[in-house]
């Protein structure tokens, strides 16, 4: 019996000292991420303020209008003119006195 009462007190008194050392142990201190993390909030905030301004400005896509078949041709006709200008042009000073590339052809039918 006295070993096992002095079992049982030396449990107790270790688990009484484990409190007191657990509970004396200071508080963390505030955690920076936290306050970080309400920093990047408030920044997006005004992003998205700033964005939904933006895009006011901008049409929906399903409130858009869909081109036109001559609207399309007009387009693509207008960029091939814009690409042989540019083909045309010469790109450096040698070639401004170069001749030109395209050669008229010969007439042999008088």
Same mark, same amino acid.
């Given at each position: 019996?006295?070993?096992?009462? #002095?079992?049982?007190?030396?449990?107790?008194?270790?688990?009484?000292?484990?409190?007191? #050392?657990?509970?004396?142990?200071?508080?963390?201190?505030?955690? %920076?991420?936290?306050?970080?993390?309400?920093?990047? +909030?408030?920044?997006?905030?005004? +992003?998205?303020?700033?964005?939904?301004?933006?895009?006011?400005?901008? %049409?929906?896509?399903?409130?858009?209008?869909?081109? %036109?078949?001559?609207?399309?041709? #007009?387009?693509?006709?207008?960029?091939?003119?814009?690409?042989?200008?540019?083909?045309?042009?010469?790109?450096?000073?040698?070639?401004?006195?170069?001749?030109?590339?395209?050669?008229?052809?010969?007439?042999?039918?008088?």
């Amino acid at each position: 019996m006295r070993n096992r009462a #002095a079992w049982i007190a030396g449990a107790l008194g270790a688990a009484g000292v484990a409190y007191r #050392a657990l509970r004396r142990q200071p508080k963390p201190a505030a955690d %920076t991420r936290a306050d970080e993390l309400r920093r990047k +909030l408030d920044d997006s905030k005004q +992003l998205v303020e700033e964005r939904e301004q933006f895009e006011s400005g901008e %049409t929906p896509v399903d409130e858009v209008e869909p081109p %036109t078949l001559e609207g399309k041709r #007009a387009a693509v006709h207008e960029r091939g003119h814009e690409a042989a200008r540019q083909m045309r042009e010469p790109k450096n000073s040698f070639q401004k006195n170069a001749a030109p590339a395209v050669r008229p052809r010969a007439s042999f039918h008088s």
